[in-house]
């Protein structure tokens, strides 16, 4: 089987422990460097890892005993960090978004296709079972020639939970750049790539409170549209609209709907990797529970990282550099056809990344 590939870590924050779960002890890969601005972090982290060593950013990205970088910095360092991790001639798979502009996502996959690196990026929930098992109701004709597809994420806002919520307010943030992700990704597994998008935006206040940790009651500004609507128009016809909310407080509606010709498909929150996909027939009496038929099952954050490093030249990463800049370019032109008034035409498009078989947890987990 050859070498472990070599993973060194930047940025240690609350999303990097499910990362560890996954990555830590998984035969495929050996985390051998992480970095953190906070120096006791990564000391902390490293103490649990008998391959890793706690180092600098710069080392870190310099460094000769790392194959890829798992990018897990917040979203207005991503770009910076993963042109310097290609520049050193490294692969990168990086946390959501790709970038928090459509310039900085264009020039990390024109710079790693330069160098000849790979570039992947979250979310990979979307190669569980719940994202996957939809998809392939939909490509087993379950529910005919696919239509439409509606999308939903409200809630009153992250700063209810997090303790340093400032950045989800600020340029790069919002509800749509980070959690559209999600479920765009999710759509263009299911319905394909999109050609162009409308758009409508408001912000239901300039300020916001923070409700945890050791700032609850301060307040912070909001500097961006806080409710995100738009349309998607995909290349094979469909039309999937999308509604991203920090301004409401709960929902009843699916996370996302798939509507064809003789069925309508009920698809899980992809912002997790399992749950029940539901099939209503045409002429049915009631919803019924699909059984899971594709997708990493048990998976966790992370998979995307091996599905990348194991992808090798036979096909590309499912969760890769191409799609990521795809699903930045539409939210960014959704943003605008707002801001413009206007409908908007992409410039990328992408290849529908290649389907997850089903595979059962004991065939990828590192715990087999």
């Known amino acids: 089987m050859g070498d472990p590939h070599r993973v060194g870590i930047v940025g240690l924050g609350v999303i990097s ?10 035969p495929a890969v050996r985390i051998t460097a992480v970095a953190d ?21 710069e080392d870190l990205l310099d460094g000769s005993d790392v194959d890829t970088v798992l990018n897990l910095t917040t979203p207005a360092a991503h770009a910076g960090i993963a042109l310097r ?10 946390e959501k978004p790709l970038a928090v502009t459509f310039a900085d996502g264009r020039a990390i996959i024109d710079r790693a296709a330069a160098a000849g690196v790979r570039v992947g990026c979250a979310p990979d929930t979307v190669l569980g079972t ?3 098992t939809a998809r392939a109701a939909i490509d087993g004709g379950l529910i005919g020639r696919p239509l439409s597809a509606s999308a939903v994420m409200v809630t009153p806002g992250h700063e209810r939970w997090h303790p340093n919520p400032d950045f989800y307010y600020t340029a790069g ?25 409308i758009g409508a935006a408001g912000r239901l206040r300039d300020e916001r409170v923070i409700g945890s940790g050791p700032r609850t009651g301060q307040r912070i500004p909001v500097e961006v549209a806080s409710h995100v609507s738009g349309v998607l128009e995909h290349v094979s016809g469909a039309l999937s609209t999308i509604t991203t909310s920090f301004d409401g407080v709960t929902t009843t509606a699916v996370p996302i709907e798939v509507h064809g010709e003789t069925g309508t498909l009920a698809v899980p929150d992809p912002n997790h990797f399992d749950g029940v996909t539901r099939l209503f027939p045409l002429g049915g009496a009631e919803w019924e529970a699909l059984p899971p038929s594709a997708g990493y099952a048990g998976a966790g954050r992370g998979i995307g990282l091996l599905d990348l490093v194991t992808a090798g030249g036979q096909r590309l990463p499912r969760a890769g550099g191409d799609l990521a800049l795809h699903v930045l370019e539409t939210m960014t032109a959704v943003l605008r056809a707002a801001e413009e008034g206007r409908r908007i035409d992409l410039t990328t498009t992408v290849e529908r990344p290649t389907p997850v078989p089903l595979t059962p947890a004991e065939e990828w987990s590192p715990h087999r």
């Open 173 to 197: 943030g919002g509800p749509l750049l980070d959690m559209g992700p999600y479920y765009i990704s999710a759509l263009v597994h299911l319905l394909g790539p999109v050609r162009a998008v």
């Open 85 to 94: 991790a290609v520049d050193a001639g490294k692969n990168v798979f990086g």
């Open 130 to 132: 719940g994202t996957q």
């Open 17 to 26: 422990r499910a990362y560890l779960d996954t990555l830590g002890a998984h």
């Open 37 to 57: 601005l906070d120096a006791g972090r990564s000391a902390a982290v490293a103490a649990a890892l008998p391959s890793a060593e706690a180092v600098s950013v």
